[in-house]
């Protein structure tokens, strides 16, 4: 369904690579999460997925194919046969994205060619009950909803199509709990029900194991560890394992959930050590002037002299 390879984005100043090197696939019907912290390169991902990397960034390397088609050779033409209706993208920022003037239905009407109107209308009226989304509120203007209404309708268009591969963005990083649930239902029987692929990035460690097949960890543009949704609570990695001691617990009655020291970092030019060194509470010597290759561990794929057993 999904298949990248090698691809590496840098920025327009030429002074840092977003995503270095970065292999994934998205295999039918699945979905793959790409987790980590802010700055990691998760959006950097799920615009290149799409084939339109973000504006100031470009690719000096890799491939990125969907069914065999490459995605970042795609006319005007063909981006527009093929979004929404085979794959479509829910950016982090796509509440902002409705027109301020216009109400909401106009946002729909446009997506829905006139053979395939009442089909599609009725489509959005279910998924829009299915997320809690009252009947009137395409009779809106964007300022007259909530930030977290605005992001289900977005959801809401994104699915309109039943498109094969959907690519996920924080998409419930605007809503409370129930909404999230509602989002992650939905986002369920997409890919059961409808056989979709997703491709979830977020830096919500649960929700990715409860939706996901695959879990992909991403720190400073690199993979450093895939693995089975099953086996989070054993990841391998110290970055992965930072990020699980760093989840609130209701369970915890004293401790208190730990953050990973330090800043996350960004690539200037082909690593010439391990990333997470400069935070890792295990590293050593070696781990300064080597970059770890990923390798197989465990069911999954580690990049690190020196797994957690
Ligand atoms: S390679 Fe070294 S520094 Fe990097 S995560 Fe593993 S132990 Fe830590």
């Not at 809106?140 to 977290?148: A, F, N, T, V």
């Not at 990083?173 to 997409?190: F, I, Y």
């Not at 400073?220 to 949704?229: F, K, N, R, S």
Request: proline fraction near 8%; include cysteine; glycine fraction near 6%.
């Amino acid at each position: 369904m999904l298949k990248i390879t090698d691809l590496t984005l840098q920025t327009a100043d030429g002074k840092k690579y977003p995503l270095w090197n970065l292999s994934l696939a998205v295999p039918p019907g699945q979905c793959l999460a790409v987790v980590g912290e802010s700055g990691g390169g998760k959006s950097s991902l799920a615009w290149a997925a799409l084939g339109y990397p973000r504006p100031g960034q470009r690719v000096v390397d890799g491939q990125v194919l969907f069914d065999q088609q490459n995605m970042l050779a795609l006319s005007a033409a063909q981006r527009q046969t093929l979004y929404f209706r085979q794959i479509s993208l829910l950016p982090q920022e796509a509440m902002q994205c409705f027109h301020p003037t216009r109400r909401l239905r106009t946002a729909l009407e446009e997506l829905c060619p006139s053979e395939k109107r009442t089909r599609l209308l009725q489509r959005a009226a279910d998924l829009a009950t299915a997320l809690d989304l009252p009947a009137q509120v395409w009779d809106k203007y964007p300022h007259q909803l909530s930030g977290g209404q605005k992001q289900r309708l977005s959801l809401v268009l994104a699915l309109l199509h039943q498109p094969r591969l959907v690519i996920l963005d924080e998409p419930t990083s605007a809503l409370d709990v129930l909404g999230q649930r509602l989002v992650e239902q939905v986002l369920a029987r997409t890919k059961e029900e409808q056989g979709s692929s997703l491709l979830l990035c977020t830096h919500d460690l649960e929700m990715a194991a409860r939706l996901a097949d695959s879990i992909a960890v991403l720190y400073a543009g690199q993979i450093v560890e895939l693995l089975p949704a099953g086996k989070l609570a054993i990841a391998c990695h110290p970055y992965t394992r930072g990020l699980l001691a760093s989840l609130p617990r209701l369970s915890r009655q004293k401790q208190c959930c730990r953050s990973i020291p330090g800043q996350a970092s960004v690539l200037h030019g082909p690593p010439a050590a391990c990333s997470f060194a400069p935070r890792c509470p295990v590293a050593q010597e070696r781990c300064q002037r080597e970059n770890p290759p990923l390798r197989p561990l465990a069911g999954g794929q580690v990049r690190c002299f020196y797994p957690c057993s």
